[in-house]
């Protein structure tokens, strides 16, 4: 359906272009032919522009598609992207290009999402932090995730592990808060950055513990990561798919787990639940973003996409390498998570009062 123009130039070529006003405007101001032929333009070009989204939607993917990644290559949402780009491509078949844009917990390239037009050319991958945490944590934030941004679909649940360098002297989470407590403000942590997911997780598990552990943040999650083998800070709170390698090659160690996953590499790890930590449980998941105004249309294609490429077996392979858990919820239910869980999460992280540098 056309919906008419409302703007005013639009209104009195309306006007003008009636057929009666044509005639009596016609006789009365002398107009030619050629006014009339220019009115009727108008109108035609008025409708066009109307009608313009949905045949815009329907020729969608008409040019390549770019998916904005806050992390270096070889981050965990990279990890994530470049497989999903290959099947997004061969899915819709334009070239799917992923940019990486690290630093300032997300701000980046959630900045270059809300500058791109709606029109489902710039994705980006979001985590909680991108669409829940950070309006608690940046006080002069870039972007509204409310308004500036539309969830496409989930597309992990991310367990995180708590990691520490193999030298440090603890085998338990209560060993470590133990020589925190005996040497408060001495022991360190790594983070991707201020409001990142292993900052704002690791200051819930600190309030919980109620110990005095200093945060060192980085520009991405490798950064935070060989401070850890190097020694420079004692621990990480990282997803599994990051920290993997090096805890199959004992240079780190599992001390806990967020959620069960089906990986020897952590089979034995403890959870936090089961360590009397609450609230971490799928605390962390990833997933696909685009522009606010982007055409339903384009958003349920896209969310579709997703769904099926989940189901493919390289990729459900390459989530069970790095112990995470597929996730896929239609656009409308995983809209309504994210807006559940800023509701749950406001009050605690306001408490908190976590802040960027």
């Known amino acids: 359906m056309i919906r008419p123009c409302d703007s005013r130039p639009c209104r009195q070529l309306s006007r003008a272009a009636s057929p009666r006003a044509g005639r009596v405007r016609a006789v009365r101001s002398g107009m030619p032919r050629s006014g009339l032929q220019w009115v009727w333009a108008g109108l035609v070009a008025c409708a066009a522009l109307a009608a313009g989204t949905p045949a815009q939607a329907a020729d969608w993917p008409a040019r390549p598609i770019t998916i904005v990644v806050n992390g270096g290559p070889g981050s965990l949402p990279d990890l994530f992207a470049r497989p999903l780009a290959e099947r997004l491509h061969h899915a819709f078949g334009q070239p799917v290009v992923v940019e990486n844009k690290p630093g300032a917990g997300g701000l980046l390239a959630m900045q270059q999402l809300k500058s791109a037009p709606p029109d489902g050319y ?30 496409v679909s989930p597309l992990a649940v991310i367990p995180m592990a708590l990691t520490v360098n193999d030298k440090v002297p603890a085998q338990s989470l209560a060993q470590l808060f133990g020589l925190a407590r005996q040497q408060p403000g001495r022991l360190n942590y790594a ?159 306001r408490k908190l009062g976590i802040k960027p540098d």
Do not use: C
């Open 122 to 151: 710039t994705l980006a991958l979001v985590t909680n932090a991108h669409l829940v945490w950070n309006p608690y944590i940046f006080p002069a934030l870039t972007y509204d995730p409310v308004r500036d941004v539309v969830p």
């Open 191 to 349: 983070s991707s950055g201020n409001g990142s997911p292993p900052h704002v997780l690791f200051e819930m598990l600190r309030e919980q513990a109620g110990v005095d552990i200093m945060h060192v943040p980085f520009k991405t999650g490798t950064g935070a990561l060989n401070s850890v083998l190097a020694g420079d800070t004692q621990m990480y709170f990282a997803g599994t798919a990051l920290v993997e390698p090096m805890v199959k090659e004992g240079r780190l160690r599992v001390l806990a787990i967020s959620d069960a996953v089906p990986d020897a590499a952590f089979g034995r790890a403890p959870t936090l639940a089961q360590q009397d930590f609450r609230g971490f449980e799928g605390a962390v998941w990833l997933g696909v973003a685009a522009r606010a105004g982007t055409p339903d249309a384009i958003v349920q294609r896209l969310n579709a996409q997703i769904g099926r490429a989940q189901q493919d077996g390289a990729m459900r392979q390459m989530y069970a390498s790095h112990g995470s858990l597929p996730y896929h919820l239609d656009a409308a239910a995983f809209a309504q998570r994210v807006a559940d869980e800023r509701k749950a999460s406001g009050p605690v992280l």
